[in-house]
């Protein structure tokens, strides 16, 4: 009873103390009577323009001083930053382990969230009204130094960038030399390929029947405009996604196809929803999920589409050259180099899973990474995984970089050209069909 009272009095006295503030404007002014020292740090701060109570709401309590800062939410005035800045591995770091001068920031045994730590005397300013905006990457150097106990990498590693996102939530950037050669390679090659594709015509039969055909592209705005846009949205569905004629040429070759193509392609639409949210609903509970790579559903699904892929790149190494029903006229034949590339880059990323899992104490929910969290129980009492980290994650950047960069130059260019050729054939089969 005598809970409730009090809890009624406090709320009382807060709405009363907030509207005579925001009525004369002076909330700091007032607060300030009794805490001089917050006034300079105050006035001069980010915060400067927010009244007190709009953070400390509780500040009308009789025993308000014993609050603690940690009470306050960072995210009540300020919006969390981005995926482009944050990275998804910050989604368990507190805003004040990082915004807050002069304190030392520690990871929570329970949580297993990183927060802030350090003492404050008497009389000091409180640590909300210290807070910084780094410019730099000096402040990481906080979290982010050799043999530090947070779970943090030792290098301050650049965000996941362009060539991340058909596997990762990544986003469009291109901040790291790993990428920016990669698709330099990339683009020179493309550039190559287009000039061969317009060097001459498109064979309408087998490739290399020595028949040439010139095809001829007109739009015609016109009342069946809609109609046939859908039939190719429809076509592309089929083809394209599905892959019709390659299910119905060799069941065993559309198999080991959709093991990595499908996985591929959720990861990518997952990673691009999270980005979207990240950046317009920033602050929601499905954003926080997506972003947290311990969330039971995340960690369950990257899994899953991983050992798809591994699964599937083992298999066409394995099964090459064994179903020659499975040719497709201009289509090319499978190899074996870059579907092991593929294996490569997925099994560096288990490793490094794994690696995350063991330097960040095994939080909950990792164990829904089944595999990853397999394998960190083999780093499991080794010293030294925040340097390790580090290298691993740029091994399998560098990994992925050489992969996109051969696209133009190997049979995987199939990834561009065989949509555009399968929507020609079967373009070229419904004119055929409707002919006669």
Known sequence: MLEAVRGIKTIALSI??????????????????????????HAASVHREIQCLECHARA?????????????DCRQCH?????????????????????????????????KRIIFGG??????????HQAIQAKTNEQCGNCHFQGNALGASSMVLPPKSILCMPCHVATFSVSDKTTLVSLFIFLAGMVGLSMVWFSGSISRGAHGSGKKTEIKTRFKPDALFFEKFFRLLKMIFIEVILLKRFFQQSKARWIIHSLI???????????????????????????????????????????????????????AIICKGKDSSGTIASLPEPGRGMPAMIGLIVLAGFILEGLRIAMTGWPDGTGWAFLGYGISLLFKGMTGLTDIYGYGWYAHAILTGVFIALIPF????HIITAPIILIINARSQEKGCCRK
């Open 261 to 315: 193509f499908f996985p591929f392609l959720f990861r990518f639409a997952f990673g691009l929803t999270a980005l979207l949210f990240s950046i317009f609903l920033p602050d929601g509970s499905v954003t926080i999920a997506m972003l947290d790579k311990n969330h039971a559903i995340r960690a369950l699904f990257f899994d899953v589409t991983g050992l798809m892929i591994l699964a599937g790149s083992v298999a």
């Open 79 to 111: 919006g969390p930053h981005d995926e482009k800045v944050s990275h998804d591995a910050h989604s368990r770091v507190a805003c004040n382990a990082c915004h807050i001068k002069g304190g030392i920031p520690t990871i929570d045994p329970e949580s």
């Open 16 to 41: 009363l103390l907030l509207f005579a503030f925001t009525v004369d404007g002076h909330a700091s002014s007032q607060c300030t009577e009794c805490h001089e020292e917050m006034a300079a740090d």
């Open 119 to 128: 003492m404050f005397r008497p009389g000091m300013a409180l640590p909300p």
């Open 60 to 72: 009308a309590e009789e025993d308000h001083e014993q609050l603690v800062f940690a009470q306050v």
């Open 410 to 413: 190997t049979r995987m260019s």
